[in-house]
């Protein structure tokens, strides 16, 4: 059976795999944002990394097989150095609560008139991790 690959013209993708999603995670990784490799992790791989062809679209990868990971890059210390973690909007939200970003803050933003395009609210929530960062 041959594997049908994820087509971003039909699909409808299970996170916004958008340059500028990956860009505002890459900023979140330099604010000092820790994660720990788990299955059920989506992760961009900037530099090509993985030799193995992405599955999704701007290597982007989907961690089904931690082991499979930890063979490709030795360790699991150098998987978080060279991978970006693109949190979902679940653990971004998760995140929010961690951060002391509350629903109130967010809701705010939401229900301010401004029309969001399918994945800015993600691109909101990310940049509101920044800003609890920074702090």
Request: charge should be negative; hydrophobic fraction near 40%.
């Amino acid at each position: 059976m041959l594997a049908i690959r994820f087509n971003p013209e039909k699909d409808l993708a299970p996170i916004p795999f958008s340059e500028q999603i990956c860009r505002l995670a890459s900023d979140l990784k330099k604010l000092g944002l820790n994660w720990q490799p788990h299955v059920g992790c989506f992760v961009w791989d900037p530099d090509g990394f993985i030799t193995t062809e992405s599955p999704f679209p701007g290597k982007i990868y989907f961690i089904l097989s931690l082991p499979r990971f930890i063979k490709i890059f030795g360790s699991v210390e150098n998987m978080v150095e060279k991978l970006v973690w693109l949190p979902t909007w679940h653990q971004a939200r998760m995140l929010c609560h961690q951060l002391g970003v509350t629903d109130d803050d967010l809701a705010n933003e939401w229900q301010s008139g401004t029309v969001f395009s399918p994945g800015e609210d993600l691109h909101q929530i990310y940049r509101r991790i920044g800003d609890a960062l920074q702090k």
